[in-house]
């Protein structure tokens, strides 16, 4: 994977060798963060996707995401992650998960792009999870943007009031929320622990075009290489502030 700086922004690009073979990139933070107590923490990243049609794009795997105890060797998903961005295949689908071991109301966000004239899409944000039984659940909520067109996407944690049904980690699209996730959504006392340990823990930043692998599967010969299937940062921050 080649990355590259240009006007200031740095550039994650797919390459594709004299061979046929195509390497993924995926860069981490050196530093975790935590919201504090009584405190909001900001994920944040300014990001442009690149314009290829969605038929030249099979194969590629964008993402801007966050880990946190997979570093100390604990398998995914128990170990949960943030999915603030994810797209696949250049689809109609850019997914945004938000994944933890049995709670209820936290799982996957589905982001939907529907308008072909790769202009205006439609971001359908969805929640999918487990029930308390392990049977698969949803919710979701729409909003439009343009594709052609930097975006800021985001996760709001907030820790502000000492009471935990009234926490919430929001998902932000251009500083407009689309989707929260509530303390109040877990129903035992299980869940609260549940909620403690996802939102309470330690991330850090990802940064990452993967080629290939099971969900989007492999390239074809219609994949291009190159900058139009990779993706451009503007910025990554994370603030944080006590309350």
Known sequence: MRTSTENGHFCIVPPKDVDGQWTSARLHGNHSFQCDNNGKMIFAANIKMGQNPRRRQQGIWPAWALGQSIRRGENWPKCGDWDIMELSNGSSTNQ????????????????????????????????????????????????????KQYHTFTLLIDFSDDDY???????????????????????????????????????????????????????????????????????????????
């Open 96 to 147: 945004a998960k938000l994944t933890a071991p049995s709670f209820v109301g936290i799982g996957r966000q589905a982001i939907q792009w529907r308008n072909l004239s790769n202009k205006m899409a439609t971001h359908t944000g969805s929640i999918h999870h487990t029930d308390r039984m392990g049977n698969h659940a949803e919710s979701h909520g729409t909003v439009d943007f343009d594709r």
């Open 165 to 243: 049904s009234k926490q919430s980690i929001k998902f932000q699209l251009d500083n407009k929320p689309y989707h929260a996730v509530q303390g109040d959504d877990s129903s035992d006392e299980k869940d609260r622990r549940n909620w403690e340990r996802l939102a309470r823990s330690a991330f850090f930043p990802i940064l990452n075009v993967a080629v290939g692998s099971d969900l989007p599967g492999d390239p074809d010969e219609k994949t291009l290489p190159g900058l139009e299937s990779g993706m451009t940062i503007r910025w990554v921050a994370v603030y944080k502030s006590r309350y």
